[in-house]
T-cell receptor
Framework: EPEVTQTPSHQVTQMGQEVILRCVPI?????FYWYRQILGQKVEFLVS????????KSEIFDDQFSVERPDGSNFTLKIRSTKLEDSAMYFC????????????FGEGSRLTVL | AQSVTQLGSHVSVSEGALVLLRCNYS??????LFWYVQYPNQGLQLLLK??????LVKGINDFEAEFKKSETSFHLTKPSAHMSDAAEYFC????????????FGSGTKLNVKP
């Protein structure tokens, strides 16, 4: 069964360092997302991406964050200068089309900022 | 705007007992509603979804949920709990006209006692 895959599963970094989280969405999906879940809190929307551009972003997604689809398969989230409060589980998700409601999630990348 | 409230951050049931996880939503438009499950160290997996068809929705592993507009609820039930059902369950709401955002509840951790 097709699935969304994410790497790394866990990354530990020092505050101020750049981090790139990678995702491979399901191959025929067109809409891509990043969500995050701070430990013990809700899963929160970060950004949506379609047709090689951001379609919507939350207030969390500030200038420290960027997304990119560098090739036909990968979808990346970059945090330019990590802060302690960026420690969270980051989930990538995708869906096939505009009228399909279901999101397919990856297993998440746990980011720990020291 | 949409939001979801899950009553009870922790629910404990005995194996074989009824599972009832509560979800109430707020939406300015007729919503799409979802239940996702998160097993330890795994991603979010769709259990079931309501997309304006039948109000009683059946999902995987004998879970089902009923959309009740008058009560703005979408509670998740399972007639008989299994040990393998122990996980965290998230209710989510989406605007059918804007799939860019899913709003998740804070989650309910289900513990199943032998």
């Amino acid at each position: 069964e097709p699935e969304v895959t994410q790497t790394p599963s866990h990354q530990v970094t020092q505050m101020g360092q750049e981090v790139i989280l990678r995702c491979v969405p399901i191959s025929n999906h067109l809409y891509f997302y990043w969500y995050r879940q701070i430990l013990g809190q809700k899963v929160e929307f970060l950004v949506s991406f379609y047709n090689n551009e951001i379609s919507e972003k939350s207030e969390i997604f500030d200038d420290q964050f960027s997304v990119e689809r560098p090739d036909g398969s990968n979808f990346t989230l970059k945090i330019r200068s990590t802060k302690l409060e960026d420690s969270a589980m980051y989930f990538c998700a995708s869906r096939v089309g505009a009228n399909t409601g279901e999101l397919f999630f990856g297993e998440g990348s746990r980011l720990t900022v020291l | 705007a949409q939001s979801v409230t899950q009553l009870g951050s922790h629910v404990s049931v005995s194996e074989g007992a009824l599972v009832l996880l509560r979800c109430n939503y707020s939406s300015s438009v007729p919503p799409y509603l979802f239940w996702y499950v998160q097993y330890p160290n795994q991603g979010l997996q769709l259990l079931l979804k309501y997309t304006s068809a039948a109000t009683l929705v059946k999902g995987i592993n004998d879970f089902e949920a009923e959309f009740k507009k008058s009560e703005t609820s979408f509670h998740l039930t399972k007639p008989s709990a299994h040990m393998s059902d122990a996980a965290e369950y998230f209710c989510a709401v989406s605007d059918p006209h804007n799939f860019n955002k899913f709003y998740f509840g804070s989650g309910t951790k289900l513990n199943v006692k032998p």
